[in-house]
């Protein structure tokens, strides 16, 4: 997957101090976009990271694509 600034600028990282951020969440799955990865930490599994180049990954970068899209339209249409 390319290097996508929409789906950054809506999952990507938050700064929550100065030096620190936290990853932003999507479908259960914290987003790693410097490490191209999603990342799920269920409560009674193992830790489960999945590569955005996987099959599986590429499935859930589309999904977050349209997601982050949707996000903006609405964000930004309720001005105009």
């Known amino acids: ?43 009674d599994a193992r830790l489960q990271f999945i590569d955005f180049d996987s099959p599986k990954g590429l499935q859930l970068c589309a999904v977050m694509h349209e997601a982050a899209i949707n996000h903006l339209n609405k964000k930004f249409t309720k001005f105009a």
């Not at 951020?21 to 799955?29: A, I, R």
């Open 1 to 43: 997957m390319y290097r996508c600034f929409i789906c950054e600028s809506v999952f990507g990282p938050k700064a929550i101090a100065a030096g620190v951020s936290q990853l932003q969440t999507f479908n259960g799955y914290s987003v790693d976009f410097p490490l191209r990865q999603f990342r799920s930490l269920p409560r």
